[in-house]
């Protein structure tokens, strides 16, 4: 799987050609328990059937990369592992794998006397010896500590962009050259931005486009098509991931989004939307995937768009987010926050936590909190 390509390249989807290089891949991440080695299998033959040329499987325990070994057997799909905060499991899941995720802001988590490089050039190994490439995640719910202290808190991107450098120079002079960088937020126009300035001081490297949390069909396919259309257009990406919010059974609707954008991006099929989201009401949410401890989630997201309708005219923002792992950081920037445990969702006013409440109790406390948003900003 190589990834380091000409920074001149032209950009090519399916038989046709934008700008000035070559095709893009679309990649989809599997919903089930990794440990549920059936129904993860199944959920890849389906993915893959769907056109899917990189699917991601979530490792976050060694029991999970026991089942991925069984998993690998089981399919001739590319695989690549999300290590999450573990990332000595990279060792045990390299053999089965095509390409390794790593999050920059997660590193800290494990083994904090150890600095990051050092942790990064056993991640590098490790691919080097498995003939895997690797991702450089940056994700703006989960970006390194020491660079966000830098930054004025509503300065979301530099950070970014400074660890997404700062990991590719590093990987640079260790001459390992087969990784990508992502960089992803909820927002379109942050995504956006924070690629095009990527790509104008390091145009080398490949960058794996996604707006993360996008939230249900439609609205999350549209967000999606803001920043692709944007920026592929423009020779911008390399692969690609659309994040929709939906039951495991319809995962494949990811694919098929995301094939129908590239083809109409290729075709000149393509919107402006600069004012997007600025004086109507905006709903994010995140992609269901393994990390969810809750379905319940899922039909909530739904409830929540529902019950909002009434405030589609207002410059509000909720999230609805689907584990404790992405949640808390979040819905930091949010109006009002959601992110969902097992049994309780715990509301946020940005980044304010306002208590847990069951999943059959958390509409009214949130409709209570929208109206109080929605007067302070009219009286504003």
Known sequence: MELRRNPTRAVRIGSSTIGAGHPIAVQSMTATHTQDIDATVAQIAALYEAG???????????????????????TKANLAVDLQENYRLAEVVAPYVDKIRYNPGHLYHHEREKPWQEKVQYLAGIAQDNDCAMRVGVNCGSVDPAKKEKY?????????????????????????????????????????????????????????????????????????????????????????????????????????????????????????????????????????????????????????????????????????????????????????????????????KGPAELGAFPYDAILPRLKEELDKVIAAKSAG
């Not at 991601?56 to 029991?63: E, F, G, L, Y």
């Not at 969810?292 to 909720?318: C, G, P, R, W």
Request: proline letters at 5%; aromatic letters at 6%; one cysteine or more.
């Open 152 to 348: 004025d808190p509503a300065d979301s991107i530099t950070p970014m962009l400074e660890s997404a450098w700062e990991h590719c120079d590093f990987l640079d002079s260790l001459g390992f050259t087969r990784y990508c960088v992502s960089m992803k937020d909820s927002d379109p126009q942050k995504v956006i931005e924070g690629n095009r300035r990527f790509a104008e001081k390091r145009p080398d490297v490949p960058l794996h486009l996604g707006v993360t949390e996008a939230g249900m069909p439609p609205d999350g396919i549209i967000k999606t098509r803001i920043a692709f259309e944007q920026l592929i257009s423009k020779g911008i990406g390399d692969t690609i991931r659309v994040s929709l919010t939906v039951p495991n059974s319809r995962k494949s609707e990811e694919i098929v989004a995301g094939r129908k954008i590239l083809d109409d991006i290729a075709a000149g099929r393509v919107r402006s939307f600069v004012d997007y989201g600025l004086q109507t009401l905006n709903i994010i949410s995140c992609p269901s995937c393994s990390r969810v401890e809750n379905e319940a989630f899922i039909e909530l997201a739904q409830q929540v768009k529902e019950m909002t309708s009434y405030a589609k005219d207002h410059a509000v923002t909720i999230a609805v987010m689907g584990c404790r792992v992405n949640g808390p950081g979040e819905t930091d920037d949010a109006d009002l926050g959601l992110w969902c445990g097992p049994t309780f969702v715990n509301l946020k």
């Open 52 to 74: 899917a040329d990189v699917i991601r499987v979530a490792v976050d325990s060694t029991k999970d990369a026991v089942a991925l070994a069984e998993i690998r057997q089981q």
